[in-house]
């Protein structure tokens, strides 16, 4: 257990779905990040959230939608996704935004048929 | 273009073999690089920061340096448990920005 838990572990959606992946930390970290990783790429920065504002939001597509309502917890709100949304998503924290010693969760493996 | 880069892409050793895994990079200026571990099925472990030339840290059987443009990352007498994918990350000392490699994914066969 790393102190970032991200639920689902995996999830298959169709591309006219709605779902939500969701990330915890009780590490009393005050920033919060999504990333994307697919296979042959590097880690691509989504999205961070410091005390539960958004202060980048990396060109990510409408169709991925975060919200933090509170500094433990972290959502990513997912519809009408394409094949290519396929990925690992992984949950990150650390201490403050600019401290990248980051805190990683162990990810939610997203299959969009 | 700020850029991160790690070779080989994948490494086959027999335990007990050493051997390094490198990242070079092209940033304007470094704030830091990082090195991190991961193992299928689970997110990245964060083992290293290392933040200027010349400096070296170490974790078991593990030995990161730096140097201006690349870093290595030494593996001494290695185990199978130390089969994982290594990722390298830089942060540039403008912006917020942090990018990582694509990683190298080690074997060690017993």
């Known amino acids: 257990e790393t102190g970032v838990t991200q639920t689902p572990r995996h999830l298959v959606m169709g591309m006219t779905n709605k779902k939500s992946l969701k990330c915890e930390q009780h590490?009393?970290?005050?920033?919060m990040y999504w990333y994307k990783q697919s296979a042959k790429k590097p880690l691509e920065l989504m999205f961070v959230y410091n005390f539960k504002e958004q202060t980048e939001n990396n060109s990510v597509p409408s169709r991925f939608s975060p919200e933090c309502p509170n500094s433990s917890h972290l959502f990513l709100h997912l519809h009408t996704l394409q094949p290519e949304d396929s990925a690992l998503y992984l949950c990150?924290?650390?201490?403050?935004?600019?401290?990248?010693?980051?805190?990683f969760g162990s990810g939610t493996r997203l299959t969009v048929v | 273009e700020d850029q991160v880069t790690q070779s080989p892409e994948a490494l086959r050793l027999q335990e007990g073999e050493s051997s390094s895994l490198n990242c070079s990079y092209t940033v304007s200026g470094l704030r830091g690089l990082f090195w991190y571990r991961q193992d299928p099925g689970k997110g990245p472990e964060f083992l290293f920061t290392?933040?200027?030339a010349g400096e070296e840290k170490e974790k078991e059987r593990l030995k990161a340096t730096l140097t201006k443009k690349e870093s290595f990352l030494h593996i001494t007498a290695p185990k199978p448990e130390d089969s994982a994918t290594y990722l390298c990350?830089?942060?540039?000392?403008?912006?917020?920005?942090?990018?990582f490699g694509t990683g190298t994914s080690l074997t060690v066969i017993p």
């Open positions: 590490l009393g970290h005050n920033a």
């Open positions: 990350a830089v942060q540039p000392n403008t912006g917020n920005q942090f990018y």
């Open positions: 990150a924290s650390s201490q403050d935004p600019g401290d990248y010693g980051y805190t």
């Open positions: 290392l933040y200027s």
